[in-house]
């Protein structure tokens, strides 16, 4: 197959668990997917969150020296995102979003420099796992605010596996059911 590219799959995990709800999806996940993919794990990666010192209104540049410089070039290059997290509150991690804020380098390139951000068109997906009464509608929204920040212009439905509290997400046949899709999706 030369020539032919190789698909690259970025995956934000915002769980702080190794082997919990969400490492099951994601594992579920990067099982039938194709090409390479890279997972930033928000809890252990060292990613600070923004400091709004505004300075990439100025330039395409994040003053923070960090590892998320690593993971600006491969948001850029990459065919697919996904965000996977446990629901908090009914919502995403703080973790997850405290990397998300970062993402602010590439809203101020549209909204204060007037520029493209020089993101490559790519499809998401959102892996969420909970229990109890959290609800996934806020976070799945948030997940698509984010996604499409990110230049991702298709995003496949919601993967959810929301009754954890009684049935881990690796035994939720529908959830992985879903996981295989949303492989599928990305793989397309």
């Known amino acids: 197959m030369d020539g032919v ?30 090409g390479q993919y ?23 540049k994040c003053v923070l020296p960090d590892d ?7 948001i850029e290059e990459c065919d697919n995102i996904v965000i996977a997290s446990p ?13 998300a804020s970062r993402f602010q380098l590439y809203y101020s390139a549209r909204f204060f420099r007037k520029e493209d951000p020089g993101i490559k068109p790519k499809k998401g997906g959102v892996l969420l796992a909970g229990g109890g009464d959290g609800d996934p509608k806020r976070p799945y929204t948030t997940a698509k605010i984010l996604l499409r920040q990110l230049n991702a212009a298709e995003i496949y ?22 996981v295989k899709g949303l492989a599928a999706f990305l793989n397309g």
């Not at 995990?13 to 039938?32: C, H, V, Y």
């Open 5 to 34: 590219p190789v698909k690259k799959t970025l995956i934000f995990n915002g769980s702080p668990r190794k082997k919990g709800d969400t490492a099951a999806l994601i594992r579920a996940l990067t099982e039938d997917l194709a």
């Open 38 to 60: 890279r997972v930033v794990d928000c809890y252990r990666a060292d990613i600070s969150p923004c400091i709004d010192c505004r300075s990439c209104r100025r330039v395409k």
């Open 68 to 74: 998320m410089q690593e993971v600006y070039a491969y």
């Open 87 to 99: 629901i908090y509150y009914s919502e995403l991690t703080g973790k997850l979003l405290d990397v």
């Open 157 to 178: 439905p919601l993967v959810c596996s929301h009754a954890t509290n009684t049935l881990p997400a690796g035994e939720d046949a529908a959830a992985i059911a879903a």
